[in-house]
């Protein structure tokens, strides 16, 4: 018999309606599941003994093996490299800030088939889309986690980390739907942000379907020349149609778009850069995120290395001062636990074949 997972809202209620359950139940299932973090069925207490016998048979809780668990020594970053049962490796990763926040990172594919140069995980290309169930069991593992070790509250997510969330777009919005439900892991909608390298029908559905989330975009270069040397995508979507989608993004939502920008020495960080990254933006509600090059093995054949402090300093200061264009350097807080995005998986993947 084929079993669905307990995330699956629609197929639990129809269970539940078969098997002539009263409808309340489903809230009793869900309080359990989401809010006091029950993995075991038959740990529910709240529900007839038939029912979680039933719910056994029927339903699972959880697919991904945790492989491996790693937490820096400045205690900041946790990655979890899970196997899905189809035997793909992914990773998600937590972020504790030194506000207490916490941000968790998730994949949303395995592999990636956008094949930017720069990027450990689009090296092993597409394996397969994480279903629904993949990505939320990432979602409630880590809040189970930090709830239940650390007494912390998981309250961002971002969709950061292996994959193109656009490309897997039915999964990625209902994992974004069982992160945001208020009976559920009741995030703001907010603090759920999806980045994607620009794939502009997928950014418009975003839009509509989610004006109050966040958005994030790899922008990675200010004109399509040098963004085609790093991002293949930009063949398909070049920059000026991309701006044209973004600003109907920001007309729509009144939101302003996070533009991420990675520093690769001597590729995209030469100082008239800085200039036309600054005529893009100066008009556009946006926020610049550099991203110095995180080294991985394996880009060693490119030559890429990470752009000098300096250097990401100097931008920053042409963005605000000459063009009042916002920007962060975020701090790559996992160097201990293996550098870059999708680095883990790759090593596995590479490993096994
Ligand atoms: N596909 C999505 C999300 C995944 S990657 C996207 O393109 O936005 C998340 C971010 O990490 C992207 O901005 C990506 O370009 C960046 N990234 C990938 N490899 C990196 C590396 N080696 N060093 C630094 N940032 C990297």
């Not at 990505?135 to 239940?148: G, P, R, S």
């Not at 656009?166 to 703001?188: C, F, H, P, R």
């Not at 922008?219 to 149609?241: C, F, G, Q, W």
């Not at 030469?270 to 110095?292: C, S, T, Y």
């Amino acid at each position: 018999m084929q079993k669905y997972s307990i995330h699956n809202e629609e197929k639990v209620k129809e269970f539940l309606k078969e098997n002539k359950f009263p409808p309340f139940r489903y809230n009793q299932i869900e309080n359990a599941i989401y809010k006091n973090f029950v993995t075991d069925f038959n740990e529910i207490q709240t529900i007839p003994k038939d029912l979680r016998e039933k719910l056994d048979e029927n339903f699972f809780y959880s697919t991904l093996i945790i492989d491996t668990q790693k937490t820096s020594a400045n205690w900041q970053t946790t990655k979890t490299l899970y196997k899905t049962e189809t035997g793909e490796y992914i990773e998600s990763v937590i972020m504790r800030h030194k506000t207490g926040r916490v941000t968790l990172c998730v994949s949303c594919q395995a592999g990636c088939p956008m094949a930017c140069s720069f990027c450990a995980t689009g090296k092993l290309g597409l394996l397969k889309n994480l279903e629904t169930y993949e990505i939320v069991e990432q979602i409630i593992n880590a809040a189970k986690m930090l709830h239940e070790e650390e007494g912390n509250t998981l309250r961002n997510i971002v969709y950061m980390w292996m994959g193109e969330p656009m490309l897997n777009y039915d999964n990625v919005k209902e994992s974004i739907i069982v992160a945001t439900t208020q009976k559920k892991l009741d995030l703001s909608n907010r603090r759920v942000t999806v980045s994607t390298c620009g794939i502009i029908p997928w950014i418009d559905k975003f839009r509509d379907d989610f004006p109050q989330n966040s958005l994030a975009v790899s922008l990675h270069a200010p004109n399509d020349e040098v963004r085609k040397s790093i991002m293949p995508v930009d063949h398909t979507y070049p920059l000026a149609d991309l701006m044209k989608s973004l600003d109907e993004y920001t007309d729509k939502t009144n939101k302003r778009i996070f533009y991420e920008y990675i520093m690769i020495n001597g590729v995209n960080d030469h100082p008239k850069l800085a200039d036309e990254l600054g005529k893009l933006l100066q008009w556009r509600l946006a926020h610049v995120n550099f991203i110095p090059y995180n080294a991985w093995e394996g880009t060693n054949s490119d030559g890429y290395t990470t752009t000098p402090k300096i250097i990401i300093d100097r931008f920053q200061k042409t963005l605000l001062e000459k063009y009042n264009v916002v920007s962060t350097v975020r701090m790559t807080m996992w160097d201990d636990i293996d550098a870059a995005c999708g680095q883990l998986a790759n090593k596995k993947e590479g490993s096994e074949k």
